[in-house]
């Protein structure tokens, strides 16, 4: 019998602009750009100037304190600019393809590799880049061994695309990737996947299997590990996404380094919510050419609760599956509290829109007030299924008390699993940037 796992806690916020279930055709990316900000823990250091040309594979830039790990191109071309912001922080590195994706003649046969010389290859191509550590919401430490593997076969974020649509021909290249992690580290590869739905990973060999039912966060890859094999003190697990197991599995099979993606372009500003066959890093002006309502937008490569705002002149972000676009929130409403709000979202019944549980919203990203005292209100409790306590762990991390964050469970939790805590909070307190600076200050404090 499978394993099913039922939960109660969470929400589905029903938006406006859920993709079809088609592939538009779009131009040519006209820029990459790969931001180091995406990826967490990374302090990048440039392998190559402004000006020279790069090759699909060619090294663009290595980690600060691991020499070894790099981040690979995912075009050909040369590189324009290496962008910089204050005190000369990377902010990107943009490069203009040249159209023939010329590959790297460093690119490797991994498949007959000692399991040594996998790793080493893994650092050396980019590829490494792509497996998260937890705790802290890292790209994994080579050196550290983990107890698990965990990988979610579904996203029930807001507007998120239907994955096995993005996976339905990948099957070769899934097993091909789950071979190469059990090559690496000899544990067990958990995948969860949603109850009541068949899915490509169910064929795969090797791994093991979880099915998950409840409304978000249910598809959060740490809500699995809570409930499958929670992270104690001392414990690592890593975690990477189907699509990154897809990067890994071509390079198995073909020894190239090829980060084409199928993502989805939703939001109630969009005229045709789809899917778009794309690549890394690409463009996001590009993507959305002439398939936008309006010029008064925000543009979030991500989803609306844990993307980030990358404006129409930004970049697909290096792990985002999903371009949300919807209104900025950059007005006033009069008397917009005393209104019955029936086109309004609520988790409570404030507005009378709890009349009407199948409607869709479009929700701009207007605050609605500003930030007001931390009080303790039950909310973050109702939308988290995972047994901690929210908003003690959130003012532990305020306070910097390490000690009181391990016992409220810092290990446990990165930003996404406490996104819908941020998003029904009447004191408007930023969760997620708190989370991340107090799992960085643990990070520092605990090496």
């Known amino acids: 019998?499978?394993?099913?796992?039922?939960?109660?806690?969470?929400?589905?916020?029903?938006?406006?602009?859920?993709?079809?279930?088609?592939?538009?055709?779009?131009?040519?990316?006209?820029?990459?750009?790969?931001?180091?900000?995406?990826l967490p823990g990374f302090i990048p250091k440039p392998l190559i100037k402004e000006g020279e040309e790069v090759l699909v594979g060619s090294s663009l830039f290595y980690h600060k304190d691991i020499p070894e790990m790099v981040v690979a191109s995912p075009v050909s071309g040369t590189?324009?600019?290496?962008?910089?912001?204050?005190?000369?922080?990377?902010?990107?590195?943009?490069?203009?393809?040249?159209?023939?994706?010329?590959?790297?003649?460093?690119?490797?046969?991994?498949?007959?590799?000692?399991?040594?010389?996998?790793?080493?290859?893994?650092?050396?191509?980019?590829?490494?880049?792509?497996?998260?550590?937890r705790p802290y919401n890292i790209i994994a430490i080579p050196t550290l061994q983990p107890k698990a593997i965990f990988i979610s076969g579904f996203d029930t974020a807001p507007l998120a695309p239907n994955l096995e649509f993005i996976l339905h021909d990948e099957k070769e290249t899934l097993q091909a990737g789950i071979n190469v992690l059990k090559r690496l580290v000899d544990v067990p590869i958990y995948v969860g996947l949603k109850s009541n739905t068949t899915s490509v990973f169910e064929q795969i060999n090797g791994i093991h299997i979880t099915y998950f039912d409840g409304p978000h966060?249910?598809?959060?890859?740490?809500?699995?590990?809570?409930?499958?094999?929670?992270?104690?003190?001392?414990?690592?697990?890593?975690?990477?996404?189907?699509?990154?197991?897809?990067?890994?599995?071509?390079?198995?099979?073909?020894?190239?380094?090829?980060?084409?993606?199928?993502?989805?372009?939703?939001?109630?500003?969009?005229?045709?919510?789809?899917?778009?066959?794309?690549?890394?890093?690409?463009?996001?002006?590009?993507?959305?050419?002439?398939?936008?309502?309006?010029?008064?937008?925000?543009?979030?490569?991500?989803?609306v609760l844990t993307g980030k705002n990358a404006t129409i002149e930004g970049f697909l972000g290096f792990y985002d599956r999903m371009i949300s676009v919807i209104p900025e929130g950059d007005r006033y409403e009069f008397l917009g509290w005393a209104m019955p709000g029936f086109n309004k979202f609520s988790l409570s019944r404030t507005f009378f829109s709890w009349l009407f549980p199948k409607k869709e919203y479009v929700i701009d990203t207007n605050y609605h007030g500003g930030e007001r005292a931390y009080v303790m209100t039950g909310q973050y409790e109702?939308?988290?299924?995972?047994?901690?306590?929210?908003?003690?762990?959130?003012?532990?991390?305020?306070?910097?008390?390490?000690?009181?964050?391990?016992?409220?469970?810092?290990?446990e939790v990165v930003e996404e699993d406490l996104a819908l805590c941020e998003f029904v909070c009447t004191s408007k307190i930023e969760v997620q940037h708190i989370l991340r600076e107090a799992l960085d200050f643990v990070r520092k404090e605990m090496s």
Not at 388 to 405: C, F, G, M, N, R
């Open 1 to 38: 019998m499978p394993t099913i796992i039922k939960l109660k806690k969470g929400l589905d916020i029903r938006l406006k602009g859920k993709p079809q279930e088609i592939i538009l055709t779009t131009e040519p990316y006209k820029q990459v750009g790969i931001c180091p900000d995406n």
């Open 217 to 303: 966060p249910a598809g959060n890859v740490g809500i699995h590990i809570h409930h499958v094999s929670p992270i104690n003190k001392g414990e690592i697990v890593w975690t990477i996404r189907p699509e990154d197991l897809v990067i890994i599995g071509r390079y198995e099979l073909t020894g190239m380094y090829d980060v084409r993606r199928t993502i989805a372009v939703v939001g109630s500003q969009v005229k045709q919510p789809a899917y778009v066959k794309t690549i890394q890093g690409a463009d996001i002006a590009t993507i959305v050419k002439n398939n936008i309502y309006g010029e008064n937008n925000r543009y979030i490569s991500g989803n």
């Open 79 to 133: 590189l324009k600019q290496i962008k910089r912001g204050e005190k000369r922080k990377i902010l990107s590195f943009i490069i203009e393809p040249d159209g023939k994706q010329t590959p790297t003649n460093s690119n490797m046969d991994i498949s007959k590799l000692s399991d040594d010389d996998l790793r080493k290859a893994m650092l050396s191509t980019g590829l490494w880049s792509f497996i998260i550590q």
């Open 382 to 411: 109702k939308v988290l299924p995972m047994d901690i306590l929210p908003q003690h762990l959130i003012k532990a991390a305020l306070s910097k008390d390490i000690e009181l964050l391990e016992k409220l469970g810092i290990y």
